[in-house]
């Protein structure tokens, strides 16, 4: 080109043949970009001078723009959706920090046959609720831990022997304090060997059972033996029951013996109180009443927030009714729900008549009781080998044990049947329960039974505290005591009496007892 003039226009393109590639940028000048898409504009315009008006519209967008009408993503949201029309208090409410529950629509059957879809919401005074609990902010409760236990120390002088003694001081006076408790040495011999429960107890024969010689020590007491030797009384101890064949397997079989019968009478009634606490809070209308009123209370003053509209809530909410206090911080939301119930349902402040049963299953840990009742079963199966093996090599037929052990194994497996099924029927009782209430199967897994039957006797006691005092019901209430526990006494036929006991949902007593 001239000076002072621009470069050449390229040529035109030969037919059939693209556009030539630009020309490469100059030093210092950023390379242009790629052609447009078919169907679009070419370059966008210049920058426009100053003072210019207009400019050319911006380029369509590419393909894949915004979706046509009518052709909108499907809804996934499954979940159950309210179904009740939003409540919109006059005045802003303070809140029930409760985990609303909604009943399934449709066809949904995730949750069925619980009892928020038999609850009826009551009418309520409106204006009387929003006087009272309007928000307001409000401070309250302060805990405190009661007094560090003290423990009190113990000691003692060892006692002085001229007696022959051969073990070790520690060892010597730990048996020497476990004779002190026990009967003669004779009677502790013939007592083991006709596995008489009248001249030991059980926490002497776990006593026994702890102090037993060991291989070691019995070599040391035969090689200081003679006929002039005078033990001293932990070395004759050791030496007198080691006389007795095969006693470690013997004490075994006996401690579980004794100690069968105790577990039965505590396993037993604990698995009845469960399962009358479960019957008693799903039947109870009175409780059921009750939470229609804490239901309508809790929807009007979540209304309009995302906690209202509430088929239902989880219980633990309901002792959580003494922290939401008035404006004036001076009723609570239990006392308004009791003075509720006192106007219109008297009867309901003596709930604790409908559900006698809810006291005593919260001191009921059923975990615990279920892993009791198992290893009570496996414990059967493995007296049961362990008596086998004690009978391979004992052909004495006047031999107490064994009159008495085989017997008492083939028993105890009956009652160990009997109570492992009261157990399933318990713990079906239970999850069947909690999922009646709205809880789901997570929440059977988590939730003990100590827990939830704690919350409801909590939530009764106050409810009552709540109610004026002229007025409070004068049922006996929880502190009425009740037959579980009855002992039932040996008679004629103990066997008898144990299996009809835990047919009959009671205690067991005198299980192959002498």
Same mark, same amino acid.
């Given at each position: 080109?001239?000076?002072?003039?621009?470069?050449?226009?390229?040529?035109?393109?030969?037919?059939?043949?693209?556009?030539?590639?630009?020309?490469?940028?100059?030093?210092?000048?950023?390379? +242009?970009?790629?052609?447009?898409?078919?169907?679009?504009?070419?370059? +966008?315009?210049?920058?426009?001078?100053?003072?210019?008006?207009?400019?050319?519209?911006?380029?369509?967008?590419?393909p894949g723009g915004p979706r046509p009408p009518g052709l909108a993503l499907p809804v996934m949201n499954m979940a159950p959706q309210p179904t009740k029309p939003v409540i919109k208090p006059k005045t802003k409410m303070k809140p029930l920090h409760w985990t609303r529950i909604l009943n399934p629509s449709g066809n949904d059957a995730?949750?069925?046959?619980?009892?928020?879809?038999?609850?009826?919401?009551?009418?309520?005074?409106?204006?009387?609720?929003?006087?009272?609990?309007?928000?307001?902010m409000a401070a309250d409760k302060a805990a405190e831990d009661g007094p560090n236990p003290s423990a009190t120390p113990r000691g003692g002088a060892k006692p002085k022997s001229t007696k022959t003694r051969v073990l070790e001081d520690q060892r010597s006076?730990?048996?020497?304090?476990?004779?002190?408790?026990?009967?003669?040495?004779?009677?502790?011999?013939?007592?083991?060997?006709?596995?008489?429960?009248?001249? /030991?107890?059980?926490?002497?024969?776990?006593?026994?059972?702890?102090?037993?010689?060991?291989?070691?020590?019995?070599?040391?007491?035969? &090689?200081?033996?003679?006929?002039?030797?005078?033990?001293?009384?932990?070395?004759?101890?050791?030496?007198?029951?080691?006389?007795?064949?095969?006693?470690?397997?013997?004490?075994?079989?006996?401690?579980?013996?004794?100690?069968?019968?105790?577990?039965?009478? &505590?396993?037993?009634?604990?698995?009845?109180?469960?399962?009358?606490?479960?019957?008693?809070?799903?039947?109870?209308?009175?409780?059921?009443?009750? /939470?229609?009123?804490?239901?309508?209370?809790?929807?009007?003053?979540?209304?309009?927030?995302?906690?209202?509209?509430?088929?239902?809530?989880?219980?633990?909410?309901?002792?959580?009714?003494?922290?939401?206090?008035?404006?004036?911080?001076?009723?609570?939301?239990?006392?308004?729900?009791?003075?509720? /119930? &006192?106007?219109?349902?008297?009867?309901?402040?003596?709930?604790?008549?409908?559900?006698?049963?809810?006291?005593?299953?919260?001191?009921?840990?059923?975990?615990?009781?279920?892993?009791?009742?198992?290893?009570?079963?496996?414990?059967?199966?493995?007296?049961?080998?362990?008596?086998? &093996?004690?009978?391979?090599?004992?052909?004495? +037929?006047?031999?107490?044990?064994?009159?008495?052990?085989?017997?008492?194994?083939?028993?105890?497996?009956?009652?160990?049947?009997?109570?492992?099924?009261?157990?399933?029927?318990?713990?079906?009782?239970?999850?069947?329960?909690?999922?009646?209430?709205?809880?789901?199967?997570?929440?059977?897994?988590?939730?003990?039974?100590?827990?939830?039957?704690?919350?409801?006797?909590?939530?009764?006691?106050?409810?009552?505290?709540?109610?004026?005092?002229?007025?409070?019901?004068?049922?006996?209430?929880?502190?009425?005591?009740?037959?579980?526990?009855?002992?039932?006494?040996?008679?004629?036929?103990?066997?008898?009496?144990?299996?009809?006991?835990?047919?009959?949902?009671?205690?067991?007593?005198?299980?192959?007892?002498?």
């Open positions: 080109p001239m000076p002072g003039m621009g470069a050449p226009l390229p040529p035109p393109p030969m037919p059939g043949m693209g556009a030539p590639l630009p020309p490469p940028p100059m030093p210092g000048m950023r390379a +242009p970009g790629p052609p447009p898409l078919p169907g679009m504009g070419g370059a +966008p315009p210049p920058p426009m001078l100053p003072g210019a008006g207009g400019g050319a519209p911006p380029p369509p967008g590419l995730a949750r069925t046959n619980t009892v928020w879809e038999a609850v009826k919401e009551p009418r309520l005074d409106a204006r009387e609720i929003e006087a009272l609990f309007g928000q307001k006076n730990a048996i020497a304090i476990m004779l002190s408790k026990l009967p003669a040495l004779p009677i502790i011999k013939e007592g083991i060997k006709k596995m008489d429960e009248r001249a /030991l107890k059980r926490e002497h024969l776990t006593a026994i059972m702890a102090q037993l010689p060991t291989e070691e020590e019995l070599a040391l007491l035969n &090689q200081n033996d003679g006929p002039d030797t005078r033990w001293d009384r932990p070395e004759e101890f050791l030496l007198t029951i080691s006389t007795i064949p095969k006693l470690k397997l013997r004490l075994r079989c006996w401690i579980f013996k004794v100690s069968f019968n105790e577990n039965v009478e &505590q396993l037993a009634p604990n698995l009845s109180t469960i399962q009358k606490a479960c019957k008693e809070l799903k039947s109870s209308p009175s409780f059921k009443l009750i /939470l229609g009123y804490v239901l309508a209370l809790g929807n009007y003053m979540n209304g309009g927030t995302a906690k209202g509209q509430a088929d239902g809530f989880q219980l633990d909410v309901l002792v959580k009714l003494t922290g939401t206090k008035d404006i004036a911080n001076q009723m609570t939301l239990l006392q308004f729900l009791a003075r509720q /119930l &006192q106007e219109k349902h008297p009867a309901c402040l003596a709930l604790a008549d409908e559900i006698p049963h809810v006291a005593q299953a919260k001191s009921v840990n059923l975990a615990d009781t279920e892993a009791n009742v198992k290893r009570m079963s496996s414990e059967v199966k493995d007296v049961q080998r362990t008596v086998d &093996q004690i009978l391979s090599t004992t052909q004495d +037929p006047e031999d107490p044990f064994n009159k008495i052990m085989p017997k008492f194994v083939r028993e105890a497996d009956d009652v160990a049947a009997r109570v492992s099924l009261d157990l399933k029927e318990a713990l079906q009782s239970y999850e069947e329960l909690l999922l009646f209430f709205g809880y789901n199967k997570n929440d059977v897994k988590t939730k003990t039974s100590e827990e939830f039957f704690g919350l409801i006797t909590t939530f009764v006691n106050e409810l009552n505290k709540a109610a004026p005092a002229q007025d409070k019901p004068t049922g006996s209430g929880y502190r009425r005591k009740h037959d579980i526990g009855t002992k039932i006494t040996a008679g004629d036929d103990p066997m008898s009496a144990v299996i009809n006991a835990i047919k009959a949902g009671n205690t067991a007593k005198g299980l192959g007892s002498t």
